[in-house]
């Protein structure tokens, strides 16, 4: 993308062209970066809450024996681990919807490399 954007530009408009191109990438660059920060936090918090829906003392799952003494609703103890292993896959579930937001901008910017042309003659 650099090379085709500086090839199509006249030598004596190298310097600004430079300069324009850093500061939008830099822009750009942190603008994607605080989007995914909010995708990864926005889902984090709506796979969380999601996810500890499910936590009750009715819930047949967490009487099982194997699974009470480690993550069951009876003690503090037992409530911070599972609370712990939700917020663990929740946080997993957030950084699997950041990175499919870079697959699906990374897919949606491939046709863009169609649309540059090199400048075969150069001007001075």
């Known amino acids: 993308m650099t090379v085709l954007a500086f090839s199509t530009l006249p030598n ?3 310097v600004q062209g430079a300069s324009l191109f850093n500061m939008m990438r830099n822009f750009g660059s942190s603008l994607f970066i605080s989007i ?3 995708t990864l936090l926005r889902s984090t918090a709506e796979n969380y809450a999601g996810l500890s829906q499910a936590i009750n003392p009715m819930n047949q799952w967490l009487s099982e024996p194997q699974i009470s003494s480690y993550w069951g609703t009876d003690s503090m103890v037992s409530l911070a ?3 712990q292993e939700i917020a663990n ?3 997993m579930g957030g950084y699997l919807n ?3 937001l870079f ?3 990374a ?3 491939l046709p ?3 649309l540059y042309r090199s400048n075969k003659g150069t001007t001075q």
């Open 103 to 105: 697959t699906w901008v």
């Open 36 to 38: 995914c920060i909010l």
């Open 12 to 14: 004596r408009l190298t």
């Open 89 to 91: 896959q929740s946080l």
């Open 81 to 83: 681990r599972l609370s």
């Open 107 to 109: 897919v949606a910017a």
């Open 112 to 114: 863009l490399a169609w």
């Open 98 to 100: 950041a990175f499919s």
